[in-house]
């Protein structure tokens, strides 16, 4: 009898052992913080925006208890450093320079993915003549410090021979900048495309455009998960990331691009300024999600800017910050490696 039962727990054991663990749980609700603008309810201008509109990483959770809940946050980077810390988030879209910040500061991020390019305008008062970043030398410049914006302006000025010494930066939220430009309290402000209506309206004229500049002109960030979430939730994670690069590979469709306007719109912009922003770019090119050499490139730049700029005291491990895993599965199970392969750090094609 002793024999008997010493070998069906053994038994008993090898199969347990040999089973297959099971699936993991579903979470109940996964929350995503994005970059919002708009009166009333705040709605963003990116991908993440497109992948909530049209329903591509809902679709992935279909049949499954899981819920989604998208936030758009007015305050920008630090509002979404605040709620990542305080656990009200589990995925994240935004600029490059605020999310370096908070991973220097403590916050246990993971990159999964880019979300894609910021265009960067400089807008100068018409009455001055300002037609190049050499010709902001001596002039007030109103931006919104520790952005992405922040970073375009500083490397627009090196690009142009100058530094941040031969103007004057005046911090200043976006509706303030407006305000600032149109009393000629500053000689020029630089945004993203909420300075294009100055022009029409006589205010200021626009002389910089950043994809003007070329590939490494324009702004860059990334789509992120908390590492808690991650580890808890691969499979959910992937789910997430595959609806992500879905929205990308919609959004590379020259068909839909009026229709992703429209999508953008939602946060308060005239539909025809955002094509007048997005005039003469390719959508699949401006919103690639791969975590490439250019990628890397631009993010190396963005944790350089953040340490001269005295924004961060320790350095990032960008290598250590990067999974790549997830991105990488959703581009080739969508066999989609042909519409995005590798770049550069300069962001050519590599063969």
């Not at 201008?45 to 998208?70: M, S």
């Not at 910021?118 to 100068?124: D, L, R, S």
Request: hydrophobic fraction near 45%; charged fraction near 25%; charge should be neutral.
């Amino acid at each position: 009898m002793r024999r008997l039962l010493s070998t069906l727990l053994m038994a008993a054991t090898v199969a347990f052992t040999a089973a297959p663990s099971h699936a993991e749980d579903a979470p109940a609700t996964i929350k995503f913080g994005d970059v919002g603008f708009g009166f009333g309810t705040p709605f963003g201008v990116g991908l993440q925006a497109i992948a909530d509109a049209k329903g591509f990483i809902a679709e992935e959770f279909k049949g499954t208890p899981t819920k989604l809940e998208f936030t758009y946050f007015t305050g920008t980077g630090p509002a979404i450093n605040e709620a990542l810390s305080n656990g009200q988030l589990d995925f994240a879209s935004y600029g490059a320079v605020p999310n370096i910040i908070g991973k220097a500061n403590g916050l246990d991020t993971v990159i999964l993915a880019s979300y894609g390019g910021t265009t960067i305008f400089g807008a100068a008062r018409p009455d001055l003549d300002i037609k190049s970043i050499a010709d902001l030398k001596g002039k007030k410049v109103a931006i919104q410090k520790a952005t992405i914006i922040h970073w375009g302006l500083i490397s627009a000025l090196k690009n142009a021979g100058l530094s941040e010494k031969d103007i004057t930066i005046v911090d200043l939220k976006n509706a303030d900048q407006l305000a600032a430009i149109a009393a000629k309290s500053v000689d020029a402000v630089f945004g993203a495309d909420f300075v294009l209506p100055l022009e029409d309206k006589g205010v200021a004229k626009i002389f910089y455009k950043s994809s003007d500049a070329g590939a490494t002109g324009d702004g860059f960030g990334a789509f992120l998960v908390t590492d808690k979430f991650r580890k808890a939730y691969p499979e959910a994670t992937q789910k997430v990331v595959t609806g992500f690069v879905k929205a990308a590979q919609w959004l590379a469709d020259d068909n839909n691009r009026e229709e992703a306007f429209k999508i953008w719109a939602r946060a308060g912009t005239p539909i025809e300024i955002i094509r007048k922003s997005n005039a003469g770019s390719l959508l699949g090119a401006k919103y690639n999600p791969r975590l490439d050499g250019f990628f890397v490139a631009r993010y190396q730049s963005g944790i350089a800017f953040d340490r001269e700029q005295k924004l961060i005291r320790r350095d990032v491990d960008l290598d250590a910050w990067v999974d790549r895993s997830f991105v990488d599965n959703a581009v080739s199970s969508l066999k989609l490696q042909a519409l995005w392969p590798d770049r550069s750090a300069t962001g050519s094609l590599q063969n």
